[in-house]
């Protein structure tokens, strides 16, 4: 699969790499694809790995995934140009600046707002619910990792389950994409307890069932 | 411990069933303590356990745990009289009738309202992510299920872990009482896996860490 990272950061570099190990083609994007963070991050994520501006990640892509921080995601949106019939994975928390809470309620989503922004996206919340260090490495001595995924088309949601799957989480199909609602407040309660809670960044939830 | 239940259904039940046979003093109320429902639920909770009035069962009451429907939930507030100064566990969901979302969005939550209702009152939002069966039987084979709370005062608090801990559960401080915007749409997420996702009832999550 053709992956275009809209967003390279920790969140995008950790995912893109994950990706482009497990056999993906991986086209890195930002703001400065020149830079020698890109070109670091191209050169660690290995020979599938390529960088480029935003517009072109977004066209030579199948997949592209917003991984931007929130005050930055309309704007990288827009600059991807016609995402129409594109899976487009949001893995972009809409966080206050201090992380203390969130700029949207759950009167709507950052999924929802950017399924407005992009008409004809297959938007699929996804990858929002752990850091950066969790999806670069999910593995638990005593558990299994869940990661929720959320969306209203289905086919799109096989791809992202796949791809969920592709970095060791369990990937579970959280309904439709109004479900973001209640995604974004999972990722600021792992947030908080990381790091206003003590507990640090070397955490994660299981899913259990009997 | 001296516990009222203030509202007695399915979680109100289990929880004051479980402290019951914890060897806490328990005292179940509703707005008709003398159904038959009520003496099945008292003689299934043993020789601890009693029924009373709203006003009665926290009056005698250290601890009071709010579990009423959401739409009852002021009106069983301002029936249980002065609550100053008493331990108040809001186990309450604002759920819409069909459970498809909450009344209440991240702007506010269910437990601060009930803070502001009760004025003077130690508010600790608490078991409220889970259901009323796992709440009835925590044990899972394969892990041990956490359960959230959060809340403003620190005595509160303490006392609100011993009896999360005391049901067999991980009890996790997730903070202050503004957290339960965060484990409101929580709890809306296993409702929904559990519900609409397929997975049924018998569902958890596991607070990993490495």
Same mark, same amino acid.
Request: aromatic content about 8%.
């Given at each position: 699969?053709?992956?275009?990272?809209?967003?390279?950061?920790?969140?995008?570099?950790?995912?893109?790499?994950?990706?482009?190990?497990?056999?993906?083609?991986?086209?890195?994007?930002?703001?400065?694809?020149?830079?020698?963070?890109?070109?670091?991050? /191209?050169? $660690? !994520?290995?020979?599938?790995?390529? =960088?480029?501006?935003? +517009? *072109?990640?977004?066209? &030579?892509?199948?997949? @592209?995934?917003?991984?931007?921080?929130?005050?930055?995601?309309?704007?990288?949106?827009?600059?991807?140009?016609?995402?129409?019939?594109?899976?487009?994975?949001?893995?972009?928390?809409?966080?206050?600046?201090?992380?203390?809470?969130?700029?949207?309620?759950?009167?709507?989503?950052?999924?929802?707002?950017?399924?407005?922004?992009?008409?004809?996206?297959? /938007?699929? $919340? !996804?990858?929002?619910?752990?850091? =950066?260090?969790?999806? +670069? *490495?999910?593995?638990? &001595?005593?558990?299994? @990792?869940v990661?929720?995924?959320?969306?209203?088309?289905?086919d799109?949601?096989?791809?992202?389950?796949?791809?969920?799957?592709?970095l060791?989480?369990?990937?579970?199909?959280?309904?439709?994409?109004?479900?973001?609602?209640?995604?974004?407040?999972?990722?600021?309660?792992?947030?908080?307890?990381?790091?206003?809670?003590?507990?640090?960044?070397?955490?994660?939830?299981?899913?259990?069932?009997?």
């Amino acid at each position: 699969m053709k992956i275009g990272i809209i967003g390279s950061g920790n969140v995008g570099g950790a995912l893109g790499t994950g990706w482009s190990r497990a056999g993906h083609e991986v086209i890195f994007s930002s703001r400065n694809p020149q830079s020698k963070e890109m070109k670091e991050l /191209v050169a $660690k !994520a290995g020979p599938r790995a390529t =960088a480029a501006a935003t +517009a *072109d990640a977004a066209r &030579a892509a199948d997949v @592209v995934l917003l991984a931007t921080p929130w005050g930055a995601a309309e704007q990288a949106v827009r600059s991807a140009g016609d995402l129409k019939g594109k899976v487009l994975i949001d893995a972009v928390n809409p966080l206050l600046p201090d992380l203390s809470g969130l700029t949207l309620g759950t009167t709507t989503s950052a999924g929802e707002q950017v399924a407005q922004w992009a008409p004809g996206a297959k /938007v699929v $919340k !996804a990858f929002n619910t752990v850091g =950066a260090n969790i999806m +670069a *490495d999910s593995r638990f &001595a005593n558990g299994r @990792v869940v990661l929720f995924y959320c969306g209203d088309d289905a086919d799109a949601k096989k791809t992202v389950h796949q791809l969920v799957a592709d970095l060791g989480f369990e990937a579970i199909d959280a309904g439709p994409l109004k479900q973001a609602r209640l995604l974004e407040p999972f990722a600021l309660l792992w947030i908080s307890l990381a790091f206003q809670g003590g507990f640090g960044r070397e955490i994660g939830f299981e899913f259990l069932r009997r």
